[in-house]
DNA sequence: TTAACATGAGACAATTATGTCTCGTTTAAG
DNA sequence: CTTAAACGAGACATAATTGTCTCATGTTAA
């Protein structure tokens, strides 16, 4: 990519490209020029190609849930509320971490390996409130870390379609996620 | 499409067109196409597109859920409990249900009507499960349906990745979604 | 064995996506 | 006002995907 100096079109490819892609994968680079509402040469003085937009969303996407994550575990008072605080400043950013989570984003060398220590990261989280009774020993923490993932997902899916703003849809992602859909209410 | 007469070579070219777009939307027909272990002209030789390709997985995709979800609901004895079989019948199809949602087969008009209609008819049996105590009336069916069928997909998820078998990845997704990850066990 | 049929391989053209360039216009800083 | 930088529009060339066709091969049923 090219020195992001010009903020606001290239800010807007990014934000248009991380919504297009997010709802069609296959969308041509022209798509994703005029959803920014920029021509598509405009597009090629900021990425050289297809390719490296992927690797410039990808590189942001895990800058950004890093530093929220980070900030929002920084006040818990237990492994268990990190989770919870967590999940609370994700969902705004549900759109990054579902990102992260495709084909396109998991094929760029560096990003297999910055996912992957993240994923130990949290892994090691996850055992410590698996301590303080968050859940059983015996579920996988495979389920454990794809449910969490997939709710805050999920309550993205419901800010973005205008169900439920931010904050109600990440209380319903913790209720269900801790408790069942049986305690879930805005 | 043509008349599917020759089984084994169709069956492969809509298996491997299942299993290649959910992992990469943007696939080529030509990676569909050796991916099912055929030519690439064999391929048009059963498909005339892209498009006729999508349909086709689009209406299998619908018939089959709603096949093996009406059976699942049939010895139910409870809107709830119908809800439970549905899963246990569905995480095996999770493939099926999560392409349903992808913007490709959410572009076939006839099964955006089709899923409308299902939805609406689910919708009406989580109405019920609600009166029954499922889930408090002041959740919001659409996250509901969200959560469900979220963790359907992480279920399935679970199997393709080999870290549960399908009965222990329903049982983990059932418990999760009405109880809670600290109900949720092997 | 013979005939019908599906296939694989490869050639080919058409279409679409991508990458580059130029030029005239707009914008913002000096 | 002047100038430098970014931009939009559009022309253009290249590359990738797609759709069609032919022919030789293998398979199956009569």
Chains 1, 2 share one sequence.
């Not at 798509?31 to 405009?42: D, H, L, P, S």
Request: charged letters at 20%; one cysteine or more.
């Amino acid at each position: 990519m090219l020195n992001p100096v010009r903020v606001p079109t290239y800010d807007a490819l990014v934000e248009a490209a991380f919504r297009v892609l997010n709802k069609n994968p296959a969308a041509s680079l022209a798509e994703i020029a005029i959803a920014a509402g920029v021509g598509r040469a405009t597009f090629h003085r900021h990425f050289s190609g297809r390719e490296d937009l992927i690797r410039v969303l990808a590189f942001q996407a895990v800058d950004e849930l890093q530093e929220v994550a980070d900030e929002a575990a920084r006040g818990a008072w237990s492994y268990t509320d990190a989770l919870h605080k967590i999940l609370i400043a994700i969902v705004p950013l549900g759109e990054r971490q579902w990102f992260l989570t495709q084909d396109a984003a998991q094929n760029v060398p560096e990003i297999q390996a910055a996912l992957q220590k993240q994923n130990a990261e949290f892994r090691t989280v996850l055992e410590q409130a698996q301590k303080e009774g968050l859940f059983p020993a015996t579920c996988p923490l495979e389920w454990v870390m794809q449910s969490y993932d997939l709710l805050i997902y999920g309550a993205w899916l419901m800010v973005r379609d205008g169900h439920a703003t931010p904050s109600q849809a990440a209380n319903l992602a913790w209720k269900t996620f801790t408790t069942g859909i049986k305690k879930a209410k805005l």
